[in-house]
Structure formats: C-alpha cells, structure tokens
C-alpha cells in the first residue's frame, strides 16, 4: 500500500516505512530521539545502548530502502549516537556521508559538570556517490566570499559561494571569525519566547536550518520525508518550498498540532526566522547593562574582562552616558536622580527563573 502525498500519518515509523514504496522518496530528513531522557509524552527516551542501537538500525534501513536512487539522506543526532549512527549509515547501509555540518546555537543546556551543549551534528548521506541531488547554484543556499566582502576582488564569483569547525563564545561578537560558507552553521535556537515558537515541543528546529537543507538537497514538486514529525518544522518548511511531503509522528497530541500548524501555512509563505542569524541579537559590546548583585556592570567593564569592543564614551560631559546610564552636569558632578541611586547590597533574592542543569 503506497502512502499519500501531502499528508501526516500517526503510528510507529519502522511501520508506517514499510508502507512507502521502495525508491520513491527525494529526500529524507531524520531527527530522531537522543536516547539521552528527554521526556516525552509517549516514547522512552533512555533505553538500553544495543536497544537504541538495533532501534536506529531497523528505521534508518527503512529510510535507506525508500530513498530514491538518487535520494539524500540527512541526519540530525546527538554526541552520545553520532558515531554509531554514522557507521551504521556508511557500513551498513552503505550510504555515503558527503557532509558532516555542525549546528551552532545559543542558549543550549546549561551542563555543570562539562562544557555546555551548544550544537547537533548534521549528517549529509546520498545513495549514489555520482547521482544527487545538491542545488549548489541556488541563490538562497550561497553566501558571499572573501573575496566579495573583504577584498573587492574583480575575480570573484558575483554570486557568492557556497557555504564551509571552531571554537567561539558568540558570533555576533566575532562577525568576521565565524563564517557561513564553512560546515559549521550558526541558527539560533528557537526559544520559547521566539515568534516561531510552535509551543507544544521542546526540540523545534529552525525553518531557516530545514530551509538551507531541503532547497540544497531537493526541487520543487520532489518528495520529502520526515519519519520523526515532532513539531512539524520540515513539513512546513517543504510545503512553504513547494515540496511533495509524508510525516510520521507516534504522538496522537503532536499529530493532531503539527496538523494545525500545516493547515496554518500557505505554499511559497516566507519561512520563519531570520535570513541572517548574525544579525538576530546584538553583540555583546552593544546589549543592555546587566547587573550584579544589583550593581550596574557597564558595557566598558566588559570590555575589561572579555576584551570585547564598545562604541566610544560620549564627549559631551551633559550627554547621557551610554555606558552607565547616569548624566553628569557642565561641572562634572552626577546629576540629582542619579546621584541619589544608591546601590543595595548584594544577596537578594535572584530574578528569574533557575536555568536547568545537567
């Protein structure tokens, strides 16, 4: 029995795979659970290591089996399964791994006993070496060159190249030493108070991220395929791009919203997101002082401890300050509301809520 177009299904994916034809889907794009406890509402998330294994082996053998001949395989995996999942692509199943991008994001888990997460490994596999698909000349996916935004160099290619691993601690803090045409990519992630936010899952990815990888690896009218829907984003993604879609998804509640979601895009609708995820937030030089047990620390003092750049102190003395947010008067001396702040001592209660740790 061949499954619809276009549309969800609820069930098992080692299941509902078998029911696809063999070699009828374009490309498949797979972010399975980490096996690391995540909780959700119906799958175990901490199964024992062959379990999780022989698991991955049986859905990632369907999705090798439904591939075109041509067909592209991408993967999006935690630390803990990334090299077994690699070698069961490659050895296995004999696919070929063309890419091993790495995504980039902020806000990850805060870890106390390691340095924190901030990225997920980006597997690129295609079935056939010598056959498929890769848009390398598709505007949205390129980015400029050196030689373009630095050099002004009359050899370079006027429509950009495409896009290229790093230490960094923000990007917006080192535009020029984190670049998008390397193979570690930069997207935010889609936190709860981002506008993209669907609500109702935890590990949303970003449209611009499933945007990059379905225009690339897919063309218009082609099939995409998702065997772990979780909060839709790449069926949104492939039907705002005018792909062909099947999803699966084993949660009856997350079916039932990732529906809504759909129903609630229209072919060719912009995706979410920004285009240019440097720009999203600003650099630290130029954020909002923060406080210290309710003492300002100013974007200068910053700059003393992390070395980072901050725009120039002001030169009229009457001027408000952009560094401290007080004022000074023609002699010199803090102004009355300023100078009446008195700064209380520290051990208050802290704001907000506590970040999760692990």
């Known amino acids: ?36 406890g ?10 024992p290591y062959d379990h999780y294994l022989d698991w991955s082996r049986q859905w990632m ?17 935690g630390d803990e399964y990334a090299a ?3 070698l069961i692509a490659q050895n296995d199943l004999k696919l070929t791994c063309r890419s091993w991008v790495i995504w980039y994001y902020t806000f990850g888990v805060n870890c106390t006993r390691k340095f924190n997460r901030s990225h997920v490994h980006l597997f690129h596999f295609v079935k056939d070496l010598k056959r498929f698909t890769f848009n390398f000349k598709e505007p949205a996916i390129r980015v400029p060159s050196a030689r373009q935004l630095v050099y ?16 960094i601690l923000r990007p917006q803090d080192v535009p020029d030493g984190f670049s998008e045409d390397e193979d570690t990519w930069y997207f935010a992630r889609v936190a709860g108070t981002f506008k993209e936010r669907a609500g109702f899952h935890g590990c949303q990815m970003p449209e611009q991220l499933l945007g990059r990888i379905i225009r690339a690896s897919s063309n218009e009218g082609d099939v995409v ?35 809504a979601r759909l129903d609630g895009v229209d072919v060719d609708q912009p995706l979410d997101g920004p285009e240019d995820p440097l720009t999203s937030a600003p650099s630290t030089a130029n954020g909002k002082p923060i406080r210290q047990s309710k003492i300002l620390v100013t974007p200068a003092e910053r700059q003393t401890k992390f070395g980072l750049d ?19 008067s023609a002699n010199g001396h803090l102004t009355k509301r300023a100078a009446n702040r008195t700064p209380k001592p520290a051990g208050g209660r802290p704001r907000g809520r506590p970040t999760k740790s692990k």
């Open 61 to 77: 053998g369907g999705v090798s089996r439904v591939l075109s001949p041509t067909g592209t395989f991408w993967l999006a995996i």
């Open 1 to 36: 029995m061949a499954l619809a177009h276009n549309a969800l299904y609820q069930g098992d994916c080692i299941e509902r795979l078998a029911q696809i034809d063999a070699g009828s889907v374009d490309l498949a794009f797979a972010d399975p659970p980490f096996n690391i």
């Open 38 to 47: 995540y909780d959700y509402d119906v799958y175990d998330d901490r199964k």
């Open 225 to 259: 395929l998702d065997p772990f829907g979780g909060s839709g984003t790449t069926l949104v993604v492939a039907k705002k791009l005018k792909r062909r879609w099947i999803g699966f998804e084993l949660s009856t509640e997350y079916v039932e919203k990732i529906q």
């Open 310 to 328: 901050v725009p120039d102190a002001p030169t009229n003395a009457s001027e408000k300050s952009e560094h401290d947010g007080t004022s000074e």
């Open 84 to 86: 077994e999942l690699k």
């Open 152 to 167: 002004a160099d009359t050899r370079a290619n006027p429509d950009g190249r495409l896009p290229d691993d790093t230490w």
